[in-house]
């Protein structure tokens, strides 16, 4: 989970928004958990 959310505030672009949308989202926590 870490690695990801690192990616994602390393790319710095509308790909953020999308990853905390899903680690936000408890319909869509097991996608950001594997």
Request: proline share 3%; hydrophobic share 45%; aromatic share 6%.
């Amino acid at each position: 989970m870490d690695n990801l959310v690192n990616i994602l505030l390393q790319r710095n672009d509308s790909t953020v928004d999308w990853g905390f949308q899903l680690a936000l989202d408890p319909d869509n926590q097991i996608i950001i958990d594997r």
